[in-house]
């Protein structure tokens, strides 16, 4: 019986370890096929809490990102970020890299070498959550990502934080054929705003 059990306990031990790796394998096809120099295109909705809601669309291509919202929007070319609010009709300009262009989302920064992978398999889709190992005050606890069984496109997010979860949906995902002029700042369209420029802050 102890032969038995100590065979089924190394059994479970290898699918865990198998599993985990198919996951993480899918989890970086993702990421790339996101976030590769290929470019990607990603309509979003999100609703946080019932507190916070917004749809937008963001665009990647390696270190470059654009996105529009009602209220915001951004142009980072990958030098230099240039943060718009339509409300308030001003621009921030940063570094590409400088934290402080999005205070906010600079708290929740993550290192996917500190979550553990696993992922079932639902219908037509991949259920892959990443779980992190040691979590602090701030900061991703866990996500879940519905991929497409066939091509492994996005559809939706559910993201564990501290005190609550919420889902972004993604209604329409493409990767590649990204031109990099729409990274490209259309000063044009905002004369009128007012500028502020944080290049030289921390100099």
């Known amino acids: 019986m102890f032969i038995l059990a100590l065979s089924l306990g190394f059994g479970s031990m290898y699918a865990q370890s198998k599993n985990a790796e198919e996951a993480r394998r899918m989890f970086d096809k993702v990421f790339t096929s996101v976030f590769g120099p290929q470019g990607s295109h990603v309509k979003y909705s999100v609703n946080i809490l019932g507190i916070y809601k917004t749809e937008g669309a963001i665009e990647y291509k390696g270190k470059k990102q654009r996105y529009q919202e009602a209220r915001y929007a951004s142009w980072n ?43 079932v398999t639902r219908g037509n889709t991949y259920e892959i959550t990443a779980k992190i190992k040691e979590s602090s005050l701030f900061g991703i606890r866990e996500v879940m990502a519905v991929v497409n069984k066939q091509n492994l496109h996005p559809q939706s997010l559910n993201i564990k934080l501290a005190f609550f979860r919420t889902t972004v949906k993604i209604t329409e995902f493409k990767s590649g054929n990204i031109s990099d002029d729409i990274f490209v700042f259309p000063a044009n369209k905002f004369k009128d705003y007012e500028y502020t420029d944080h290049r030289k802050d921390n100099n």
Do not use: R
């Not at 400088?98 to 992978?117: G, H």
């Open 77 to 119: 070319d990958g030098i230099t970020a240039y943060m718009v609010d339509k409300k308030k009709k001003t621009v921030n300009i940063y570094n590409a890299n400088d934290d402080n262009k999005d205070k906010y989302l600079s708290k929740f920064k993550y290192d996917v070498n500190n979550y553990e992978f696993s992922y």
